[in-house]
């Protein structure tokens, strides 16, 4: 892989994007959870 500077701020863009998706995926999968805990909870007391 070529170091240069061009290499160096496409790396940093993906590095930023995948910060801001993570951030995004974690904003959405505690909603998620806090839904579908409860859900599993009553599954396993109703099995």
Do not use: H, N, Q, W
Request: with cysteine; aromatic share 10%.
């Amino acid at each position: 892989m070529l170091v240069t500077s061009e290499g160096a701020c496409i790396l940093r863009a993906e590095t930023v994007v995948d910060l801001i998706f993570y951030k995004e995926f974690i904003l959405l999968s505690i909603p998620l959870a806090l839904l579908a805990g409860p859900f599993s909870v009553l599954e396993v007391i109703y099995d």
